[in-house]
């Protein structure tokens, strides 16, 4: 298995990248990836199974950076350009990281860096090229990616992804989706998200095209490229495909094949009006662990059984377990297990993480689910505590942490608030030190200073006591019970 080499095109005048209504090949873009190895070699010698993180929001300097760092044999660690500076320091330490590669725009965040930082300059590809040999020949048991996911333990865990599990899952998901030769894939999720990066590495072992879109996020300009531009394939989160639809103004083009639907489970509504529409909404569950594509739903299914994301992909397999273990019968909830070769390497750093994760050869994922008696999943929840907000991944042991640093707060319980742009937002319910006040204001500027903004709670309610067991241990749904009665006191 190590043994196999990924089939590339680095030679080919095939269409790869568009931007902005600019067009790269295969080719063209295998010469900038050579002019990127050698400014950031030039800056930064790096050796084979170093660790380099990338913070860029332009999709084209980032995608030159992914390559010219897998060519190197570098592990990419991408960042999240919406965290605050310290919340980068940390995730670039874990890593161990000894270069961070930014742009222009992102310098200024990186201003708490222990390691080394440098800004890829822009690119000519005029004159004489540097030498360096071809994408071709990645071992797929060579570490690709370390990809930071928030972890209940309240801090980030660092998921490190190989070649082989990227090869595997695009293998799986091509022949899931019947991928065509002609396909040109819309990306719209951001790249430092196994699902954006997902597109550019499936693109470039496929060899078909991917078209950026803006960054953040429009719909308006992403309308108008479903309109006007070839695309066939295009991936979006529930909340991005429910603006889309607000927005939309004109048909889509007719060689739309794929909607793929992943990162939060949709509403029925949403599911219902796309029905309506006759859209081709494909139905996904995935996530980091497991290189993105997990089981997905055709259109077919999803209008025949509204709720499921389908049956595994190939060579993938995912089980079902109730309390003690054992395999739940059909249509029963428990947690869902995933095993195959897409399955992460580990936490980096992290064994205990690790050990708990993977057992036996599965995937314990913690989200909760069932399948029912023709094998299709339906996922009922995404981990129990977890925030998805509009495709952000919120974890509340991380926000309570830092409501807890706040001098005026004993404790605090972080919930998800249903919202119809964001599809959930984050709230708090605070319990504050006795002889101590604090104002909700205060409270979400202090959570500005030490949280990406995604994740500052939304709306806070103080209560007198938590609530809590014997042993001491507060009692989330208890809590939510609490918000809910102060917001009616409030009303």
């Known amino acids: 298995m190590s043994d196999r080499k990924i089939p590339l095109k680095p030679d080919s005048d ?138 209940t333990s309240g801090k980030p865990k660092a998921t490190l992804l190989t070649h082989g599990n990227i090869y595997h899952s695009a293998m799986a998901s091509a022949r899931k989706l019947d991928a065509p030769r002609n396909e040109r894939w819309l990306c719209v999720l951001p790249l ?52 889309l639809l607000d927005a939309k103004t004109r048909p889509w083009n007719p060689l739309l094949r794929l909607i793929l639907l992943g990162g939060a489970a949709p509403s029925a509504e949403l599911v219902q009006r796309c029905i309506a529409e006759k859209l081709p909404i494909a139905t996904t569950y995935g996530l980091t662990e497991a290189a993105s594509q997990v089981a997905t739903a055709l259109p077919e299914l999803v209008y025949r059984k509204p709720g499921t994301v389908g049956k595994p992909l190939m060579n993938t397999q995912v089980r079902i377990i109730d309390e003690r273990g054992e395999d739940a019968a059909p249509k029963i909830p428990g947690e869902a297990l995933v095993k195959g070769a897409t399955v992460m390497r580990g936490y980096y750093g992290d064994q205990a993480s690790t050990d708990a994760a993977l057992r036996d050869g599965w995937l314990h994922t913690g989200d909760i689910g069932y399948l029912d008696e023709d094998g299709d999943l339906f996922v009922l929840q995404r981990r129990e505590d977890l925030i998805v907000s509009g495709g952000e991944n919120i974890y509340p042991a991380e926000v309570e942490a830092v409501l807890r640093k706040h001098p005026a707060v004993a404790e605090a319980v972080v919930l ?32 500005r200073q030490r949280l990406a903004g995604y994740k500052i709670p939304r709306r806070i309610t103080f209560v007198a006591a938590l609530p809590r067991t014997a042993s001491g241990k507060i009692q989330r749904r208890a809590a939510w019970r609490s918000f809910n009665d102060a917001i009616s006191s409030e009303e």
Not at 194 to 223: C, K, M, W
Request: aromatic share 8%.
């Open 416 to 447: 998800g608030l249903a919202d119809a742009n964001w599809g959930q937002v984050a709230a708090a319910v605070i319990e504050l030190r006795v002889g101590r006040s604090a104002a909700s204001d205060d409270i979400i500027a202090f959570s």
């Open 192 to 243: 430092y998200h196994v699902g954006g990066l997902s597109i550019i590495l499936r693109s470039l072992i496929y060899g078909t095209a991917v078209e950026f879109g803006n960054s953040p996020f429009d719909a308006q300009e992403t309308n108008r490229a479903l309109s006007e531009h070839p695309i066939t394939l295009v991936s979006l989160v529930p909340t991005m495909l429910q603006r």
């Open 14 to 151: 095939q269409l790869f990248f568009a931007i902005e209504g600019t067009g790269w090949t295969f080719a063209e873009v295998n010469q900038y990836v050579s002019l990127a190895c050698a400014a950031i070699l030039n800056h930064t010698a790096l050796n084979a199974g170093d660790r380099a993180a990338i913070l860029m929001r332009r999709p084209a300097p980032f995608a030159l950076t992914l390559l010219a760092l897998m060519r190197m044999r570098v592990v990419s660690v991408p960042l999240n350009t919406r965290l605050t500076a310290s919340e980068l320091a940390w995730q670039v330490k874990n890593a161990d990281c000894r270069l961070v590669i930014c742009e222009a725009d992102t310098k200024a965040q990186l201003r708490e860096m222990d390691v080394a930082v440098f800004e890829l300059p822009a690119l000519n590809a005029g004159g004489a090229l540097p030498q360096y040999d071809c994408y071709g020949a990645l071992r797929l048991d060579e570490d690709l990616a370390i990809i930071h996911t928030s972890g």
